[in-house]
């Protein structure tokens, strides 16, 4: 057997990935550090692999959503800070401390209850303390910069807590136009005027960080000490607006193969729901990808593939476990041909942009929902350096 079973696969290339890395560095001053992004599994290209290519590449934290992302990434060696962006039930402080592992603290609740049981595990916490400038999500009240400065300087004088950090995020750097523009710079002020009014207390944090992917590319003069770069270092622009700052790799693609090909006449009905009937006789390839593996049903006879070098349009609803093509304009299609989701055949190229739009969605939820048996195939300069696989056979 081959290192995984050819039937749905990600291609993920690490040339991609570090290219992207160096070319978010250079925009950055002298001393801004990246925090490379990795949550999600690294947006679905698989955590563990990325992460370290990153690391070989200079990044100098990791951001995830969560403890066991965190300890995903320790367990594979990886020893630059990470920063949990989410929270972390209070009890696992022990765990934190003893993997020495960042938690962020968002309201005088949390920073209360997290003191309280590092205390009791005799254990002392790296915190970032999360500012809310216009989110709405988590963090402290930004709104009232004073009474929000009063509430932090309580938390960062926890005993058994260590703020060495502080941030915010935008919600809308990635949209285009000048009313967008404003309401990150408003946060950004808002921001500011939080940190301001800790100085004016006495306080002031070693690392001060607020631009995602977006803000990174397009707000230069936000990036303070540190960026947190996410889609960007896959590859990947948040909107149309970015793509003039940076010359970004995708770093991967989405490859299945033809199980079977079959001839039906007019009139026949496609898969579930009779919702596609072929007007004339019609050649049909059946690929081994569906909704289970991440490929949208809503992309049921509007999606294409590329097959030989061209598009092949989905016929009927795409099924849990495989969906059927048209390939009737395309010549000698046989069983085991190649057929690429979203990426380059030849001199043809689909983007994902152009899958997620027709599905409704962004490209962000495309990659984070390929599913967990389409393995991770890891290419150095094309050739195939490791593979990560997520359902394993008993042997």
Same mark, same amino acid.
């Given at each position: 057997? =081959?290192?995984?079973?050819?039937?749905?696969?990600?291609?993920?290339? +690490?040339?991609?990935?570090?290219?992207?890395?160096?070319?978010?560095?250079?925009?950055?001053?002298?001393?801004?550090?990246?925090?490379? %992004?990795?949550?999600?599994?690294?947006?679905?290209?698989?955590?563990?692999?990325?992460?370290?290519?990153?690391?070989?590449?200079?990044?100098?934290?990791? @951001?995830?959503?969560?403890?066991?992302?965190?300890?995903? $990434?320790?367990?594979?060696?990886?020893?630059?800070?990470? $920063?949990? +962006?989410?929270?972390?039930?209070?009890?696992?402080?022990?765990?934190?401390?003893?993997? *020495?592992?960042?938690?962020? %603290?968002?309201?005088?609740?949390?920073?209360?209850? $997290?003191?309280?049981?590092?205390?009791?595990?005799?254990?002392?916490?790296?915190?970032?303390?999360?500012?809310?400038?216009?989110?709405?999500?988590?963090?402290?009240?930004?709104?009232?910069?004073?009474?929000?400065?009063?509430?932090?300087?309580?938390?960062?004088?926890? !005993?058994?807590?260590?703020?060495?950090?502080?941030?915010?995020?935008? #919600?809308?750097?990635?949209?285009?136009?000048?009313?967008?523009?404003?309401?990150?710079?408003?946060?950004?002020?808002?921001?500011?005027?939080?940190?301001?009014?800790?100085?004016?207390?006495?306080?002031?944090?070693?690392?001060?960080?607020?631009?995602?992917?977006?803000?990174?590319?397009?707000?230069?003069?936000?990036?303070?000490?540190?960026?947190?770069?996410?889609?960007?270092?896959?590859?990947?622009?948040? #909107? @149309?607006?970015?793509?003039?700052?940076?010359?970004? $790799?995708?770093?991967?693609?989405?490859? #299945?193969?033809? =199980?079977?090909?079959?001839?039906? !006449?007019?009139?026949?009905? %496609?898969?579930?729901?009779?919702?596609? *009937? =072929? @007007?004339?006789?019609?050649?049909?390839?059946?690929?081994?990808?569906?909704?289970?593996?991440?490929?949208?049903?809503?992309?049921?006879?509007?999606?294409?593939?590329? +097959?030989?070098?061209?598009?092949?349009?989905?016929?009927?609803?795409?099924?849990?476990?495989?969906?059927?093509?048209?390939?009737?304009?395309?010549?000698?299609?046989?069983?085991?041909?190649? %057929?690429?989701?979203?990426?380059?055949?030849? =001199?043809?190229?689909?983007?994902?942009?152009?899958?997620?739009?027709?599905?409704? #969605?962004?490209?962000?939820?495309?990659?984070?929902?390929?599913?967990?048996?389409?393995?991770?195939?890891?290419?150095?300069?094309? *050739?195939?350096?490791?593979?990560?696989?997520?359902?394993?056979?008993?042997?």
């Amino acid at each position: 057997m =081959s290192d995984f079973l050819r039937r749905t696969w990600a291609e993920v290339s +690490l040339d991609a990935l570090r290219h992207n890395l160096t070319a978010i560095r250079s925009l950055l001053r002298p001393g801004c550090r990246l925090m490379a %992004v990795v949550k999600a599994d690294a947006y679905g290209h698989g955590d563990r692999c990325c992460a370290q290519e990153m690391a070989e590449a200079g990044a100098d934290w990791f @951001g995830v959503s969560n403890l066991e992302e965190a300890l995903s $990434l320790r367990d594979a060696g990886l020893v630059q800070p990470i $920063l949990i +962006l989410g929270t972390t039930p209070p009890e696992e402080a022990g765990t934190l401390a003893a993997r *020495q592992i960042t938690q962020t %603290v968002f309201c005088m609740d949390y920073a209360g209850r $997290l003191q309280a049981e590092a205390a009791r595990q005799g254990v002392t916490l790296n915190v970032h303390i999360k500012v809310d400038s216009g989110m709405a999500r988590i963090g402290f009240d930004g709104f009232s910069p004073e009474a929000c400065a009063a509430e932090i300087a309580c938390a960062a004088g926890f !005993p058994n807590l260590r703020a060495e950090g502080i941030f915010t995020h935008f #919600s809308s750097a990635d949209e285009d136009g000048e009313e967008n523009d404003r309401y990150t710079r408003a946060q950004f002020q808002r921001f500011t005027a939080v940190l301001q009014a800790l100085e004016q207390r006495g306080i002031r944090f070693a690392i001060r960080h607020c631009c995602n992917s977006a803000a990174t590319l397009r707000f230069p003069d936000m990036h303070l000490d540190m960026v947190r770069p996410g889609l960007i270092l896959y590859g990947l622009y948040p #909107s @149309g607006c970015c793509r003039e700052h940076a010359r970004l $790799l995708p770093a991967m693609q989405l490859k #299945s193969v033809v =199980s079977m090909v079959k001839e039906i !006449p007019a009139g026949r009905a %496609v898969s579930y729901g009779r919702c596609f *009937q =072929s @007007g004339r006789p019609l050649r049909l390839a059946t690929v081994p990808i569906g909704y289970a593996d991440g490929y949208h049903r809503a992309l049921s006879g509007c999606g294409e593939m590329l +097959l030989h070098g061209q598009r092949a349009p989905v016929a009927g609803r795409v099924c849990m476990d495989q969906l059927m093509l048209d390939v009737t304009g395309i010549p000698d299609v046989q069983a085991e041909d190649t %057929v690429t989701i979203f990426g380059v055949d030849g =001199s043809a190229v689909l983007p994902i942009e152009e899958i997620a739009e027709k599905a409704g #969605s962004i490209s962000y939820e495309i990659v984070c929902l390929i599913g967990k048996r389409v393995p991770r195939l890891y290419l150095r300069n094309g *050739q195939q350096c490791g593979v990560a696989r997520f359902i394993r056979s008993a042997q």
